[in-house]
């Protein structure tokens, strides 16, 4: 049996990006998928089962696959903030983040179509937000437009200068796809990023 095809079920161009650092071959597959909460769904439930369900929507199409779903949502306390979408969301959304904590809850799931096994896990990456004023926030907006950001900014670019402080395991969570957790996954199916 030939080994499995990797396959990222994102179209997410930040996911793609950290994946490519790991220098394997992959592909990436459009899941097609409700994103939409459920009634009282938990932060961690909801990433958890749409991170899953974005690799099994993929997995019909790669049948002998790896397949990578992730998702992420930003939480201030309980309440979830999802993508901003335009710039009057992005600054209500930072305004309410100006000197508070954001704990970024990202879903993982690597499936293995070839023997219909999924491991998932959620990884969790706390943002402490500086004190904002509307200026400072307009500003950043204008320079890097994060309208599809979970929490209006990208902590790759400019947005790091919006925060106190970071804390978290892996600095690629938040940006959408914790990659310490995914190679201990990858490896345990037989996959090693650096050799066997």
Known sequence: MPPPELVLASTSP?????LERLGLSFTTAAPDVDER???????QVLVLRLAEAKARAVA?????????GSDQVACIG??????????????AQLERASGQTLVFQTGLCLLNTARNHAQTLVEPFR????????????????????FDCAGSFKSEGLGIALFERLEGDD???????PLIRLIALLESEGLYPLGA
């Open 127 to 146: 943002v402490h937000f500086r004190a904002l004023n509307r200026r400072r926030i307009e500003g950043y907006l204008d320079r890097e437009q994060p």
């Open 14 to 18: 930040y996911r793609r990006q950290i």
């Open 37 to 43: 909460p459920h009634p009282d769904e938990s932060a």
């Open 78 to 91: 309980n309440d979830i903030l999802g993508k901003p979408g335009d710039r009057e969301q992005a600054i």
């Open 171 to 177: 600095p690629n969570t938040l940006i959408g796809l």
């Open 60 to 68: 019909a199409a790669h049948p002998n696959a790896l397949v990578i």
